[in-house]
């Protein structure tokens, strides 16, 4: 018995996360597979009881073979409000789970008789809320080392924090000049993957203008060039978007920014009499028409500045984005309400620019929610 197809490097819980399998016993009486789906946080030992245990018939048209999709398991493990901005290395904390199977064949001899086959057990993969495109197949590759599509990383001056993700497990250091950072040793699921601030590096270093970040690794080096361009005219706003590989990629809209509060609300006409005094009440004017359910949404409409082309994945990752923090004097949880991503190219239209529509998930006024 064995698996055909399997996770090998991060896997992406907001898309299915595959197993197959096979076992030549498969067309013995009342065959199936027994399937035991492992989601867990701690560290990388497959815990002792399953999340849940199911059977799989062979597939007929598979020749023979199993598969279960286990994402929808493991996203339940993972949550969106990890993101902890109070720290220049921040790590993934709950936002990533363990996540493993083992698959076992049962069936009955001529007699009856239960046997079984020998069970197997899948890689252990962390999970993240990330997601992979359909043209990627199934289980793509979501590995780093550094969990970004970025090419470079633009960083405006007064920008107060900008956060790139690594894999713990495999970056020893990320250096600006002559100042390293170290990751935390890695132990548990909820520090395999870390961030660094890389604001917080550049002032702790020194650094002047632009200069170049390196992630260390116990192979090739990975380098980026920063751009410390000046603040517009407009000022900035700072967004961090979970990004295709499930941490918060930061991203700074350099342009024209716009707020807007939008209402609703329902009223109803009260009877006059239901003044406490008539004759006072109608000196200053009396409130038949009377509001209620009064409703409020902050929304905010971004505009990049001129951008390359190559930023437009990364553009494109931010209009998929599950949750998105708009940092504007505090953390604030929003989605994205623009409907359609036009992809822009500098053949067909020279400078690249976009505008993303976003309302942010709580309403103005604070209000208990039962």
Not at 334 to 341: D, E, L, P, Q, W
Request: include cysteine.
């Amino acid at each position: 018995m064995n698996f055909n197809e399997q996770p090998t490097e991060i896997a992406a819980a907001n898309s299915p996360i595959m197993y197959q399998f096979y076992d030549g016993n498969y067309g013995q009486p009342k065959f199936y597979y027994e399937v035991k789906i492992y989601a867990w946080q701690g560290t990388n030992t497959i815990p002792g009881t399953p999340i849940a245990t199911i059977e799989r018939y062979p597939d007929q048209y598979g020749n023979g073979r199993g598969w279960i999709d286990a994402h929808k398991i493991a996203e339940q493990y993972i949550n969106s409000d990890s993101f902890d901005a109070s720290t220049a290395q921040p790590t993934i904390g709950g936002g990533a789970a363990w996540v493993a199977v083992k698959v076992q064949g049962k069936y009955e001899d001529g007699s009856g008789n239960p046997l079984t086959t020998t069970q197997i057990t899948s890689n252990v993969v962390l999970a993240t809320a990330g997601f992979t495109y359909t043209s990627e197949g199934f289980n793509a590759n979501l590995s780093g080392p550094v969990l970004t599509t970025k090419s470079k990383f633009e960083i405006p001056l007064g920008v107060s924090s900008y956060y790139v993700w690594y894999e713990a497990d495999d970056v020893t250091g990320i250096t600006i000049g002559s100042t390293t950072y170290t990751p935390s040793a890695v132990t548990q699921s909820n520090n395999k993957v870390q961030g660094v601030d890389l604001v917080d590096l550049y002032d702790t270093e020194g650094a002047t203008g632009d200069t170049t970040v390196t992630f260390t690794t116990s192979g090739d080096d990975v380098v980026y060039t920063i751009e410390r361009p000046c603040e517009n005219r407009y000022g900035h706003i700072l967004v961090h978007f979970i990004n295709k590989f499930g941490v918060y990629d930061s991203y700074v809209f350099n342009a024209l920014h716009k707020t807007q509060v939008e209402f609703t609300g329902e009223t109803y006409e009260k009877p006059q009499y239901a003044q406490e005094d008539l004759t006072r009440a109608w000196t200053y004017g009396v409130q038949q028409t009377t509001p209620f359910l009064k409703q409020s949404k902050e929304k905010y409409t971004l505009n990049t500045n001129w951008i390359p082309e190559g930023d437009n994945d990364v553009m494109q990752e931010m209009f998929m984005s599950d949750n998105i923090l708009i940092d504007d004097d505090y953390l604030k949880s929003a989605r994205v309400t623009s409907t359609s991503f036009q992809r822009k190219t500098r053949t067909n239209d020279k400078l690249i620019q976009y505008t993303i529509e976003l309302e942010v998930n709580h309403g103005l006024v604070n209000k208990i929610v039962r």
